[in-house]
């Protein structure tokens, strides 16, 4: 017997260990074998004596395209057409970046909107209260 922790690092509800060593212990966890969505990384520890600790870790994998969506959220109501604009794109590798389509245009929020518009109003305000002041009278 080892005077040293066994681990055993397990993913979801599989029965079959990812790793069975001892501690200290590193240990590279390959997300590119697990589907994209929500995972736990469970880690079961038995010490020398026999005792047993469990941690879980839930983790969110997303390794396919990233999937972004302009129109609706998580949990709106909606009702008749609603138009949405969807956009797709890949990291790449970890050795080069994928820069065709990794931007994804969205509209104008509104407040941008009312910030555009109270300016130029205020402009415009300055703009005739200068042609009709006596200076300009005077050009």
Known sequence: M???????????????????????AVFELDTRKLTDGDH???????????????RTIPF???????????????NDSVDGVVPLMINAYGKGDL??????????????????????ISFVG????YFVRYLASPIASNL
């Open 60 to 74: 969110v994998v997303r390794n396919g395209p990233a999937i972004a969506v302009e129109g609706i959220k998580e």
């Open 40 to 54: 736990v990384l469970k880690i079961v520890s038995k010490d020398p004596s026999g005792k047993e600790g469990v």
């Open 2 to 24: 080892s005077a040293k922790s066994k681990i055993r690092v397990f993913i979801d509800n599989d029965e079959q260990p990812l790793a069975d060593v001892f501690a200290p």
């Open 122 to 125: 205020w402009a415009l305000y």
């Open 95 to 116: 050795k080069s970046f994928l820069i065709s389509g990794s931007e994804t245009p969205q509209s104008i929020p509104s407040w941008v909107w009312i910030i555009i």
